[in-house]
């Protein structure tokens, strides 16, 4: 629920309680640290004792666990995400779209061959399209938010 949360604090629609407030830091903290991809394809936080910590366990869980690392997977699961428009995600489906979407950029960023790489930028515009879409969805129009 990080990116979640994070969105919330930046659309300025924080709920009362600080949980989104630090869930959002601590998600910036642990990508700050830095991250990388192993040679299994699996997201590692750069910071140990970041890593270490129950909370950046349970943050590569989520990604490691949740996100496709095939072009083939990150495709079907666009198609997916398309056919169910009518509803908006879940706040979980809406992270796991996010972070999706940051390793498509990345492994269309470090691929070697033009083609690949243009494949994997294919990919990562779909996924900002649905994105695109559902943000209207997350947030009350601006006539529901109080101004301060």
Request: cysteine-free; charged content about 15%.
């Given at each position: 629920?990080?990116?979640f949360s994070s969105l919330e604090v930046a659309a300025g629609t924080t709920p009362?309680?600080?949980t989104a407030v630090s869930d959002a830091n601590l998600m910036f903290e642990?990508?700050?640290g830095g991250v990388e991809i192993d040679q299994d394809n699996n997201i590692v936080l750069l910071d140990k004792e970041m890593a270490s910590m129950r909370q950046g366990r349970a943050f590569l869980s989520q990604i490691n666990d949740n996100i496709p690392r095939s072009r083939?997977?990150?495709e079907q699961m666009v198609k997916t995400l398309e056919d169910q428009r009518r509803k908006p995600l879940t706040?979980?489906?809406f992270e796991n779209l996010i972070l999706s979407l940051v390793y498509s950029a990345h492994q269309a960023w470090h691929q070697?061959?033009?083609r690949e790489q243009e494949a994997w930028g294919g990919v990562l515009l779909q996924l900002a399209n649905v994105t695109v879409h559902e943000l209207p969805l997350l947030t009350p129009p601006l006539s529901s938010q109080t101004v301060r």
């Open positions: 629920m990080w990116i009362a309680s600080q642990l990508l700050l083939s997977s990150m706040p979980v489906q070697e061959e033009r």
